[in-house]
């Protein structure tokens, strides 16, 4: 089971296996229904952990936690990103890294709550002084997982805009890669000339992006809803610049 | 409304339904400030929606939706060569990718039947669905022959 723990601007929100009270609470509180299985419930917390401040210079005791075994490239393999995803915040996979994280849990309630330096002190989470590979390392699991379209379910989207525009961005049960139109434009910039059907999908993930971030911006979105929406929009995002690109048939360059 | 594409506004004149639907509206509030109006691909995205959440509610195929499917299917034959930087270029990628896909999509995730479009998509039409099939490594109901099918896997 999972036990939150929680973070200020400094540092992380995200769960800890430990006891499931806090986190059920924690559920009841967003009105959620409590599931450990699913990547949804990763994902945003790992969203969160990449998009919290994390200082510049090397040595600086900050906010990360990575996990060597999650950031080889998973190529076609959703479920065991997820799977490895689901442990990044159980906290006890091997190398994870966890530093300047506050922790709420049974053991530790009261503990230096959202302060830079108070630790985990069960499983084989330890205090780390992270650096810039630690980021990096974090930015690729982050960007993997959203790569993966597993954790989209439009039929768990209850704004129906949003769910519309998730609809069109994805096939489900894509056997090759996530089968989204973030994907289509990943190969187009990746690969010269390679147009899926000889069509380009800039315009159509353009268009998502805008209509994503108007739904954001003006829509009362449930917790679950405003998680998916920013993901499918980093997603799309992803595809400018020199982002990561794992989903596909290209190794990874890093 | 303004519109980047002359092909759409002929679109949306042949179909005064979907000219006054809301998923229209709510894509020309998003879109319609563009420079040059609101872009064909957010039209058939707004034309999936219509299609999807009103006409294919109901059982039978009415006039209309009929009429919405041959004339995409018209307009990609007569496209479908054109360069994307052209108006019929962008307006066939419109097709293609914010409508066509997009119905097929909708089919795997259960929200529409692509059987509705089937019968009146030719060639061309046929051609991008099954490129997006290729691409996904989903195949769409009806649109492949056993055979077909086992070839693409194979490769």
Same mark, same amino acid.
Not at chain 1, 45 to 52: E, F, N, T, W, Y
Not at chain 1, 76 to 90: E, R, S, Y
Not at chain 1, 206 to 224: G, K, Q, V, W, Y
């Given at each position: 089971m999972f036990a939150p723990i929680r973070a200020t601007k400094d540092s992380v929100t995200g769960y800890f296996e430990k006891d499931n009270v806090a986190y059920l609470k924690h559920c009841e509180r967003l009105g959620i229904q409590p599931d450990y299985t699913k990547p949804l419930f990763a994902a945003p917390m790992l969203d969160k952990i990449v998009m919290s401040p994390i200082p +510049?210079?090397?040595? &600086?005791t900050v906010a990360v936690t990575a996990l060597t075994a999650a950031t080889k490239p998973v190529l076609f393999a959703g479920k065991q990103v997820f799977k490895t995803g689901a442990k990044l915040f159980a906290g006890e996979a091997a190398g994870a890294k966890v530093a300047g994280v506050a922790v709420e849990s049974g053991m530790h309630k009261?503990?230096?709550?959202?302060?830079?330096? $108070?630790?985990?002190?069960?499983?084989s989470s330890v205090i780390k002084q992270a650096n810039s590979q630690d980021r990096l390392q974090l930015e690729k699991l982050s960007t993997q997982l959203r790569q993966? $379209? !597993?954790?989209? !379910?439009?039929? @768990?989207?209850?704004?129906p805009k949003l769910k519309n525009i998730v609809d069109d961005l994805y096939r489900p049960n894509a056997k090759i890669g996530s089968g989204s139109t973030a994907d289509a434009v990943r190969i187009e910039l990746k690969i010269d000339n390679l147009k899926v059907g000889g069509k380009s999908h800039k315009i159509k993930a353009e268009n998502s992006i805008r209509s994503i971030t108007d739904i954001l911006e003006n829509d009362l979105l449930s917790a679950h809803d405003r998680m998916i929406a920013e993901n499918v929009r980093l997603d799309l995002l +992803?595809?400018?610049? &020199?982002k990561l690109w794992y989903s596909q048939t290209n190794t990874p360059k890093f | 409304m303004v519109f980047a594409n002359k092909y759409t506004k002929i679109l949306i004149d042949s179909f005064s339904g979907f000219g006054k639907c809301s998923y229209l509206l709510d894509a020309y509030g998003i879109h319609g400030a563009d420079e040059g109006g609101i872009n064909s691909h957010a039209v058939f995205s707004a034309l999936t929606d219509y299609v999807t959440e009103v006409l294919a509610k109901n059982v039978e195929l009415s006039d209309e939706e009929i009429k919405i499917y041959k004339f995409v299917d018209n307009c990609r034959t007569s496209? $479908?060569?054109?360069? @994307? +930087?052209?108006l019929e270029g962008d307006f066939d990628n419109a097709i293609c990718t914010c409508f066509l896909e997009n119905l097929i999509n909708r089919d795997s995730s259960g929200n529409y039947d692509f059987n509705r479009i089937l019968p009146y998509l030719n060639e061309k039409s046929k051609e991008y669905c099954k490129a997006w099939d290729k691409f996904t490594g989903v195949r769409s109901p009806g649109l492949w022959a056993d055979q077909e099918w086992d070839e693409v896997n194979q490769t």
């Amino acid at each position: 089971m999972f036990a939150p723990i929680r973070a200020t601007k400094d540092s992380v929100t995200g769960y800890f296996e430990k006891d499931n009270v806090a986190y059920l609470k924690h559920c009841e509180r967003l009105g959620i229904q409590p599931d450990y299985t699913k990547p949804l419930f990763a994902a945003p917390m790992l969203d969160k952990i990449v998009m919290s401040p994390i200082p +510049d210079t090397l040595g &600086e005791t900050v906010a990360v936690t990575a996990l060597t075994a999650a950031t080889k490239p998973v190529l076609f393999a959703g479920k065991q990103v997820f799977k490895t995803g689901a442990k990044l915040f159980a906290g006890e996979a091997a190398g994870a890294k966890v530093a300047g994280v506050a922790v709420e849990s049974g053991m530790h309630k009261g503990g230096n709550l959202g302060k830079v330096g $108070a630790g985990y002190g069960g499983g084989s989470s330890v205090i780390k002084q992270a650096n810039s590979q630690d980021r990096l390392q974090l930015e690729k699991l982050s960007t993997q997982l959203r790569q993966q $379209a !597993n954790w989209v !379910n439009p039929s @768990e989207i209850s704004n129906p805009k949003l769910k519309n525009i998730v609809d069109d961005l994805y096939r489900p049960n894509a056997k090759i890669g996530s089968g989204s139109t973030a994907d289509a434009v990943r190969i187009e910039l990746k690969i010269d000339n390679l147009k899926v059907g000889g069509k380009s999908h800039k315009i159509k993930a353009e268009n998502s992006i805008r209509s994503i971030t108007d739904i954001l911006e003006n829509d009362l979105l449930s917790a679950h809803d405003r998680m998916i929406a920013e993901n499918v929009r980093l997603d799309l995002l +992803d595809y400018l610049g &020199e982002k990561l690109w794992y989903s596909q048939t290209n190794t990874p360059k890093f | 409304m303004v519109f980047a594409n002359k092909y759409t506004k002929i679109l949306i004149d042949s179909f005064s339904g979907f000219g006054k639907c809301s998923y229209l509206l709510d894509a020309y509030g998003i879109h319609g400030a563009d420079e040059g109006g609101i872009n064909s691909h957010a039209v058939f995205s707004a034309l999936t929606d219509y299609v999807t959440e009103v006409l294919a509610k109901n059982v039978e195929l009415s006039d209309e939706e009929i009429k919405i499917y041959k004339f995409v299917d018209n307009c990609r034959t007569s496209y $479908a060569n054109s360069s @994307e +930087d052209t108006l019929e270029g962008d307006f066939d990628n419109a097709i293609c990718t914010c409508f066509l896909e997009n119905l097929i999509n909708r089919d795997s995730s259960g929200n529409y039947d692509f059987n509705r479009i089937l019968p009146y998509l030719n060639e061309k039409s046929k051609e991008y669905c099954k490129a997006w099939d290729k691409f996904t490594g989903v195949r769409s109901p009806g649109l492949w022959a056993d055979q077909e099918w086992d070839e693409v896997n194979q490769t």
